[in-house]
């Protein structure tokens, strides 16, 4: 089952913040994070580990909510550096291969 | 420092015609995968491995065949390509165990298919 992403899509000003959720229907063992810039690959922000562990990442941190089936991704103080497409992926796929949810695009304007 | 690297870049292929996407990776991941990535849909899965030898199939894996003969080297397939395979293709390498590991990806191939 494909995680659910919220919202699709924001926009910033630049230091403003944002929160970027991901939610399964299925019982979740970790969560990863990547963001895609336009024409670029994704890249690695972080992973979240069953414990409900909180991680962060210069300013972008993430949550981890097992009980819920839920993770979110906190951007404090936006950059215009932060913009891009954000992923969440879920262990869910064949062989607990990861499941990406569809995106959400963030745009952080000047 | 190459990382996962791919070629070519971008292919423009006829409806019917074949080609081989390259993939390579120079971290001695035992982990690789082929994703496509099609316009607001994320990333699907389409053959992943998890050693020289060993691949299996993802959620998407029709149309496709792939191969793993060395650990540095994950080939991916498309026979009889068809206008529904025009897509930015990514492949992605991992040190081992899916849900614990990052994934590194490759700077994808832009495939149309006219």
């Known amino acids: 089952q494909q995680p659910v992403q919220s919202p699709q899509a924001v926009i910033l000003r630049e230091g403003e913040d944002a929160v970027i959720n991901c939610s399964s229907s299925k019982a979740l063992y970790s969560v990863h994070w990547y963001r895609q810039k336009h024409g670029e690959a994704p890249v690695f922000l972080m992973i979240l580990l069953k414990g409900g562990e909180q991680k962060g990442h210069e300013k972008i941190s993430a949550s981890f909510n097992e009980k819920k089936q839920q993770s979110s991704l906190y951007l404090t103080a936006s950059q215009l550096s932060y913009s891009g497409t954000y992923f969440c992926g879920t262990e869910g796929g064949s062989q607990g291969n990861l499941i990406f949810g569809k995106g959400t695009k963030l745009s952080v304007k000047p | 420092n190459a990382g996962v690297t791919q070629t070519p870049k971008f292919r423009i292929l006829k409806i019917g015609q074949s080609m081989t996407l390259q993939c390579t990776q120079d971290m001695n991941h035992n982990y690789m995968y082929w994703y496509r990535q099609d316009p607001g849909m994320g990333l699907k899965l389409i053959y992943y491995s998890v050693g020289a030898g060993i691949t299996d199939k993802g959620e998407v894996p029709n149309g496709y065949n792939v191969s793993r003969s060395t650990t540095e080297d994950f080939p991916l397939r498309l026979e009889l390509a068809a206008p529904s395979q025009t897509s930015v293709y990514f492949c992605?390498?991992?040190?081992?165990?899916?849900?614990?590991?990052?994934?590194?990806f490759g700077d994808g191939t832009r495939l149309s298919i006219l």
């Open positions: 992605a390498s991992s040190y081992s165990d899916r849900g614990s590991q990052p994934q590194h």
